[in-house]
């Protein structure tokens, strides 16, 4: 007997991944392509990198294309949609994932450093969103999910952990959490879904300095209660499943994936 392979969960779907060149944009965009979902690679530097990750996609069967693009910049976020809609038709699912640090104590750090997290994490998210929620309100409804569109939004734990030492960083994720919350009321009622991925240390080259010893590694741990560094497949799957109808009445939500970093470690000997 020939056995049918299982329809894959997000076929028929087209999806766009900002800063999908490295890191967890990287393990989302593969993800959604291998849950079938076409998907477009955002990128703004290394074009080869964004070309090698979709001529992997592409080899593996999925469908996928690179598009440069700065969402800080109105300017780049139309054309990228713009070029996104013409080569797939339309979005169904858009995650806004690109994000910077410029670590600085407070009175060390620069109106340069402060802006450009502002500007990538914070109106990159804004930017990408009010595309996405456009998008999905000139197409309409099709039969490929019981949403108009999902907005995924990659977040952080220091939507919730302040962090010295970040406070460009933590300020734009707090921001992203009033900003996915506010739009995720306003947008319910036109069947647009919107969420947020709270990832904790995920091993990516963001925070290269806090894993890539033995020592940083070690001290990394103490504040993940299960007592390892996550990887972008441990966000990814939680973006695919966000993306798809399994998650139909999920709303509004911000989905810690941290290995308990939220659940105050320090406090299980302390306090
Ligand atoms: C940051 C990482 C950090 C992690 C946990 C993330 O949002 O980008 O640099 O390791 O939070 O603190």
Same mark, same amino acid.
């Given at each position: 007997?020939?056995?049918?392979?299982?329809?894959?969960?997000?076929?028929?779907?087209?999806?766009?991944?900002?800063?999908?060149?490295?890191?967890?944009?990287?393990?989302?965009?593969?993800?959604?392509?291998?849950?079938?979902?076409?998907?477009?690679?955002?990128?703004?530097?290394?074009?080869?990198?964004?070309?090698?990750?979709?001529?992997?996609?592409?080899?593996?069967?999925?469908?996928?294309?690179?598009?440069?693009?700065?969402?800080?910049?109105?300017?780049?976020?139309?054309?990228?949609?713009?070029?996104?809609?013409?080569?797939?038709?339309?979005?169904?699912?858009?995650?806004?994932?690109?994000?910077?640090?410029?670590?600085?104590?407070?009175?060390?750090?620069?109106?340069?450093?402060?802006?450009?997290? +502002? *500007? #990538?994490?914070?109106?990159? $998210?804004?930017?990408? &969103?009010?595309? =996405?929620?456009? @998008?999905?309100?000139?197409?309409?409804?099709?039969?490929?999910?019981?949403?108009?569109?999902?907005?995924?939004?990659?977040?952080?734990?220091?939507?919730?952990?302040?962090?010295?030492?970040?406070?460009?960083?933590?300020?734009?994720?707090?921001?992203?959490?009033?900003?996915?919350?506010?739009?995720?009321?306003?947008?319910?009622?036109?069947?647009?879904?919107?969420?947020?991925?709270?990832?904790?240390?995920?091993?990516?080259?963001?925070?290269?300095?806090?894993?890539?010893?033995?020592?940083?590694?070690?001290?990394?741990?103490?504040?993940?209660?299960?007592?390892? +560094? *996550? #990887?972008?497949?441990?966000? $990814?799957?939680?973006? &695919?499943?966000? =993306?798809?109808? @399994?998650?139909?009445?999920?709303?509004?939500?911000?989905?810690?994936?941290?290995?308990?970093?939220?659940?105050?470690?320090?406090?299980?000997?302390?306090?």
């Amino acid at each position: 007997m020939n056995a049918q392979p299982a329809p894959k969960r997000l076929a028929g779907q087209n999806a766009l991944v900002t800063g999908a060149n490295s890191g967890i944009g990287e393990g989302i965009a593969r993800e959604l392509a291998a849950q079938g979902a076409r998907v477009v690679v955002n990128y703004v530097v290394q074009p080869d990198v964004a070309q090698k990750i979709c001529a992997d996609i592409n080899q593996a069967g999925g469908t996928a294309i690179a598009i440069q693009g700065d969402v800080s910049k109105e300017a780049d976020v139309t054309a990228m949609f713009a070029q996104a809609i013409e080569a797939f038709g339309t979005l169904d699912i858009v995650c806004s994932n690109a994000g910077i640090q410029r670590d600085s104590k407070l009175v060390e750090m620069t109106l340069d450093q402060w802006n450009a997290v +502002i *500007g #990538v994490n914070l109106t990159g $998210a804004f930017l990408v &969103a009010r595309a =996405a929620a456009r @998008e999905f309100n000139r197409r309409g409804m099709r039969d490929v999910s019981r949403a108009l569109g999902k907005i995924i939004f990659t977040s952080s734990v220091h939507q919730e952990i302040p962090w010295g030492g970040h406070c460009n960083y933590a300020t734009t994720k707090g921001g992203i959490m009033q900003l996915m919350e506010s739009i995720a009321q306003e947008l319910a009622p036109q069947k647009i879904r919107v969420n947020s991925i709270c990832p904790g240390a995920i091993e990516t080259a963001i925070n290269r300095k806090a894993w890539s010893t033995p020592q940083a590694a070690a001290a990394l741990e103490k504040l993940i209660p299960c007592g390892r +560094i *996550g #990887v972008p497949a441990d966000v $990814a799957q939680v973006a &695919a499943w966000l =993306a798809s109808d @399994e998650s139909d009445y999920i709303c509004g939500a911000s989905i810690y994936v941290d290995g308990g970093m939220t659940l105050y470690p320090g406090f299980a000997t302390g306090g």
